[in-house]
């Protein structure tokens, strides 16, 4: 996304030619000594575990987070291709959305994990990922 002062607006035509001539990733302008990025960041990446094991446990877990009337499903479905000890453990969200949240983690043979109070902030080119670990306890 552009942020471009009144004064460095003119900079955007060049910075665009310059992403088209070099097909690099350059997203815009600033007032500071920075380019952003055009990647989309999560704001919140949950790292989902066995707690007994401390092996991964994303793999048929579903997380949801809340923020107010918004609300986003999480899920690894498409990265179950091997047992859960080959598997990612991250499950991700709020892409580029700053806010407070609220977050339940659910998966079959678990007890459900949450949290509230989750807070993700943002800079002047993304939010700033918080990194949690849900350590899933099996039902007994």
Not at 5 to 13: A, D, G, I, M, P
Not at 98 to 107: E, H, I, P, Q, W
């Amino acid at each position: 996304r552009w942020r471009c002062s009144e004064n460095l607006c003119r900079w955007r035509t060049r910075c665009m030619a310059l992403f088209v001539a070099l097909s690099t990733a350059v997203a815009g302008c600033s007032d500071g000594p920075f380019s952003c990025t055009a990647e989309s960041v999560p704001g919140i990446e949950v790292q989902v575990l066995d707690a007994e094991t401390g092996h991964p446990a994303a793999c048929g877990a579903v997380a949801w987070l809340v923020s107010g009337s918004w609300s986003e499903e999480m899920d690894a479905s498409w990265e179950c291709t091997e047992p859960d000890t080959l598997q990612s453990p991250w499950l991700r969200g709020a892409y580029e959305r700053a806010g407070n949240y609220s977050m339940l983690v659910l998966k079959d043979g678990y007890i459900p994990w949450s949290l509230s109070g989750i807070r993700v902030f943002e800079d002047e080119c993304h939010v700033l990922t918080v990194r949690l670990e849900a350590r899933l306890e099996r039902n007994p």
